[in-house]
């Protein structure tokens, strides 16, 4: 692992065999502090199995480090909150029942991931934004989009539309929500934003791409960054779109017959369940609404009520 | 005893899953009991399958009370049981933080409201879950404080102990907690395994049911009296956690009584073999919950006690 005086410990525990857990960051600061700079927190690999983010660590990094006279305020980059489960091709922490992103804000008390949980938040507080990046899982591919909590969106949407995604959905709150990074820094005071992108296992080059350059933007709007920016996409906002969910109802082998994030017919063939045993077509799966395709199965093995799709209503250019 | 399927997952590349029910007397609806909804349950599943046993015989000898219904559901994932998983076997979520589920929703999500639909209306709900920190309990019965909860009908069991525990948003998913919402009154029993079976822990358990029922005025059945259970809250319980990581060596067990300064456990050098931290108690106490793998990390949440009890 290497050592470097930036690299800072967020989170240390020892395991059982000589080693230890450590949750590690980058902090990317201007030469000369004036102590009035503003801070960004981008974090990732809460679930071990979803990388995307990785790519925009090593691209941020790579570009503010490349220019860092143009750096005004103070990035600090967490590639891995969960570095066991990235390491370990494990969605969850090695040997923890819970879902990491469900015992935020944690506790000093509790178990080991609650501690670190606690030492996470307590790490990112007081920042002036916080960017959550998620990669589905290996089922689902999802366009690039920022998932906001309609409690807070008041607070989130001038960040979530500045940072070059194609998508924003606007998603109703859940109880069990509540126990989430992005929830626990928001009602700290700390905007975050939740940027899900691509599919679990893999690294999508392009969508890396697009968000570093939306952080950048975000980051220069903050005052944070003076260097060259594009001009970020503007957004598909759903704050009461209707949203149409497809499962399966059999199972078997899913193919697709369109493309994600282009706009389909109700009733649309969307992709056929096969049985590759017998041959025959076990469900033909169509859209229940016309819109634009925004989430498409990317794993074929399918149980009865494995998602399929979901479909932002409505009518798209 | 009327065997009957609950919920039926198709599958393609392997047997279709039958979730199935085993009814007793005939009636109101009384009592539900649900064992195993994790695959390394095996301890929540023998428990019921001595319940399916027992009340079999019970309702063959008439001991069942006119007007009575008992559901019985033994097992609801024997999909991972079979492969050796926890949750389920295609991606891995937890049937347990599902509820009420949902009919037209994700697998599991589907599994749940199927489950959740058959069991809702009966006037008690007893399941027997795992926690999700593994170690020994204590044989107890577990209750969230949803202030629907009513402790009183927990001591009924006859178990040592009666546990609230404050819900937490996680916890709003389980099957306990949407039991006593949906106006079940829901007890959780946790006995001193999970995935080995236990026999004395699981006697007490099957013992603990048929009392309650017997007590609610469901069953014709004599038993022994059991405990007049003390009912603590989980918050006020003494987490001791080791300093140091290693391999473990626990020196009290479950139910034992301890006192302040006793050591509770050694930390010995994975490398060297030496004892480089002794885990003491910080109070008196009785040991409620008891790390037990052979291996810890640093920070580990290895004894729970239950502050100035005696036995």
Redesign the interface.
Known sequence: MKKDDNIKTVAA??????EK?RVLKHVLQPRQLTGTEKRICIVTGTHGDELEGQYVCYELNRIIQEQIECLKGIVEIYPALNPLGVDSIS??IPM????MN??FPGSE????AE?VAARIVQDIAGADLCIDIHAS?I?LREVPQARVNVNVAHNLLPFATRLNLDFVWVHAAA?????TLAHSMNSIGVPTVVVEMGVGMRITEHYGHQLTDGILCVMKDLGIWDGEVIEPKKPIVSEDGEVG?V?AN???IFLPCVEHWKNVEKGQLIGRIL?P?DGTV?EPVCAPIGGRLFTLREYP?V?????IARVLGGEFA | MRKEKIFT?????RDDMNIYGYRFGRGDKAACIVGSIRGNEVQQLYICSQLVKALKELEEKGAIVHDNEILVIPSVNHSAMNIGK?FWA???T?IN?MFPGYH???????IAAGVFQAIQGYSFGIQFPSF??PGDFVPHVRMMDTGFQNASLANLFGLPYVVIRKP???D??TLNYNWQVWNTNAFSIYTSATSHIDEPSARMAVSSVLRFLTRMGILRYTSHSGYIASVIHEDDLT?VKND????YRRHMEPGQEVHRGDVLASIID??EGEIISQILSPTDGIVFFAHHAP???????IFKIIRRLHE
Not at chain 2, 9 to 13: A, T, V
Not at chain 2, 104 to 110: I, L, N, P, Y
Not at chain 2, 244 to 247: C, I, K, Y
């Open positions: 525990v020892g395991l059982a065999v000589d857990l969605r969850g923890f029942d819970l879902d469900r015992i008390e509790g178990s080991v501690h899982n089922f109880t069990v929500l509540e126990s969910f499962n059999a199972p078997g049985n045993l076990e093995v149980s009865c009520g494995s998602l | 997952l198709k599958n393609n590349y926890r295609t991606d891995n937890d933080r037209a929703g994700e697998t599991t999500q589907r999700y920190i937490r948003p996680i709003t998913a987490n140091l990581p290693g391999l994975p490398m291996t810890v990390m640093e920070g580990t949440i």
